[in-house]
T-cell receptor, first 112, second 111 residues
Framework: AQSVTQLGSHVSVSEGALVLLRCNYSSSVPPYLFWYVQYPNQGLQLLLKYTTGATLVKGINGFEAEFKKSETSFHLTKPSAHMSDAAEYFCAVGEYGNKLVFGAGTILRVKS | DAEITQSPRHKITETGRQVTLACHQTWNHNNMFWYRQDLGHGLRLIHYSYGVHDTNKGEVSDGYSVSRSNTEDLPLTLESAASSQTSVYFC??????????FGQGTRLTVV
């Protein structure tokens, strides 16, 4: 069965600092990997996805993630945090037909 | 624009009552899903469907049921609501191996 581990349930960064949210997955087949963001009282919005091809994936709002098969990782980064980035972030691995297995989530706090 | 809508957005019900949460999508997606979100657990899959009249159990299906009579709708029914089912419920839809699109969620409180 597939699974996702997000290291750190809470991450706090200063405005302008690097954002790094960690995600490791397990999968017996080539994975489809996703990062979603959830703002308070809202649904989940896709940030970026990896299916095949280039392992460095760029998403919305300046985020990017790199698929590293040897490390079974798909960490999310952003060079410079903005106050509007404060939200909860979910890493997910896709099974057949968009069925997703989610990590527990990481709440990002951005300090001014 | 295509969208996925959930109703109601908030509901309070009593223990033992039957509750149905609605999910309607206009993407014309074959695949639809129900998840529940709980602190520390992320989102966990309750039930899913790959097409009309197809339903499948997910990780946390006990106490829940779904039916798929058309492409657009996948209602989630709690047969006899329990306090452990207090949660935020998300419906999602998708096609093929691309991403899933999520509704805004329904916050259910069982008292």
């Amino acid at each position: 069965a597939q699974s996702v581990t997000q290291l750190g349930s809470h991450v706090s960064v200063s405005e302008g600092a690097l954002v790094l949210l960690r995600c490791n997955y397990s999968s017996s087949v080539p994975p489809y990997l996703f990062w979603y963001v959830q703002y308070p009282n809202q649904g989940l919005q896709l940030l970026l996805k990896y299916t095949t091809g280039a392992t460095l994936v760029k998403g919305i709002n300046g985020f990017e993630a790199e698929f590293k098969k040897s490390e079974t990782s798909f960490h999310l980064t952003k060079p410079s945090a903005h106050m509007s980035d404060a939200a909860e972030y979910f890493c997910a691995v896709g099974e057949y037909g968009n069925k997703l297995v989610f990590g527990a989530g990481t709440i990002l706090r951005v300090k001014s | 624009d295509a969208e996925i809508t959930q109703s109601p957005r908030h509901k309070i019900t009593e223990t033992g009552r039957q509750v149905t949460l609605a999910c309607h999508q206009t993407w014309n997606h074959n695949n639809m899903f129900w998840y529940r979100q709980d602190l520390g657990h992320g989102l966990r899959l309750i039930h899913y469907s790959y097409g009309v009249h197809d339903t499948n159990k997910g990780e946390v299906s006990d106490g829940y049921s779904v039916s798929r009579s058309n492409t657009e709708d996948l209602p989630l029914t709690l047969e006899s609501a329990a306090s452990s089912q207090t949660s935020v419920y998300f419906c999602a839809s998708g096609q093929g191996t691309t991403e899933a699109f999520f509704g805004q969620g329904t916050r259910l409180t069982v008292v």
